[in-house]
């Protein structure tokens, strides 16, 4: 595991526009947090052993059999069972999240079947692949595992559940964690043909996902309205950047973006937003394939981007 992933705002006393994590916030958790705190009484019994009720309104609404969705404690957790259920040789295109890697280093190839991981839409980029390029990719390789995390952050198409798991050989990793603007939670699940979903259970923890997560997850499948970012703000974000002349900016299918500085450093830049605006970004310098001059930022409030390409350009006069 990589040290330093986004929304470090832990760190730093003084954060007021936090720009460094790729969570949507949502407008109102209000009601969720009602519901729960009405139901504190679940914490005093076990858990599913497996969050059986919660796979069947996913399934339900996805129009897939239950058995072909298997609830994880976030994405992260189903990106080292499927690690772990598919010690394949794999390819990873680069950057991306560093979790596919030091996963599938965890769990070192044992077939010489192939594995392709892709992150859809990308983070750090925010590019996303065409459904055309992703059955191509599933038609060269053994399996395919597309993370679609951000799926509800973009307008750009997503392969269905229903086709991956027609398919046979995709695997497609989602986030409520995402969806709904809730990270503290930890809810992730996979959408898969039952005989890739048949070998992930062998790996499952029992009780992995806990009562409360459990309860948020139907209450959200039931009441819940995902959360949305504002695309043309982004994309106006991405072009004041553009516009300071320090920068170049990749082009996003979703709200955030990787950004390359001409000068200086991301750290440089990070630590003076901090101390000095209460603005937080995202070094992306960790992240395989990028440098030292890499950062990522997630667009806010208009207001928050202006105040922040207003300080990207004082930082650089």
Not at 24 to 44: E, F, N, V, W, Y
Not at 71 to 82: D, M, N, P, R
Not at 205 to 215: C, G, K, T, Y
Request: proline fraction near 7%.
């Amino acid at each position: 595991m990589i040290k330093g992933h986004g929304d470090d705002i832990y760190q730093y006393a003084q954060i007021q526009m936090n720009f460094s994590s790729n969570i949507c916030q949502p407008a109102d958790l209000s009601a969720l947090k009602t519901h729960l705190a009405d139901r504190l009484c679940l914490i005093g019994n076990y858990p599913e052993p497996e969050a059986w009720s919660l796979e069947r309104l996913i399934a339900r609404r996805h129009n897939i059999p239950a058995e072909c969705v298997v609830v994880t404690s976030g994405a992260t957790e189903a990106i080292y069972l499927v690690a772990q259920a598919f010690p394949y040789r794999h390819t990873i295109p680069t950057p991306t999240f560093s979790e596919y890697e030091d996963a599938c280093r965890m769990f070192p190839p044992q077939h010489p079947l192939t594995s392709f991981w892709l992150c859809n839409p990308n983070n750090p980029t925010g590019c996303a692949a065409t459904p055309d390029d992703l059955r191509r990719l599933a038609g060269q390789h053994d399996l395919l595992v597309i993370d679609q995390s951000y799926e509800d952050y973009t307008a750009a198409p997503m392969l269905s559940p229903q086709e991956a798991v027609d398919m046979g050989n995709v695997l497609q990793l989602h986030s409520l964690t995402k969806a709904y603007g809730i990270p503290g939670l930890r809810i992730g699940y996979i959408t898969a043909s039952p005989r890739l979903t048949a070998q992930i259970r062998r790996y499952l923890r029992p009780w992995s996902v806990n009562a409360l997560a459990i309860e948020a997850g139907r209450y959200l499948m039931e009441h819940g309205q995902p959360a949305r970012p504002d695309l043309a703000e982004a994309q106006r974000l991405r072009r004041s950047l553009i516009a300071t002349g320090a920068l170049t900016v990749s082009e996003t299918h979703t709200h955030f973006m990787l950004c390359e500085m001409h000068s200086h450093t991301a750290a440089e830049l990070k630590a003076w937003l901090a101390s000095e605006h209460g603005m937080l970004i995202r070094d992306a310098a960790n992240f395989r394939g990028l440098t030292a001059r890499h950062f990522r930022v997630a667009a806010q409030s208009p207001q928050e981007n202006d105040a922040l390409v207003k300080a990207i350009n004082n930082f650089f006069l």
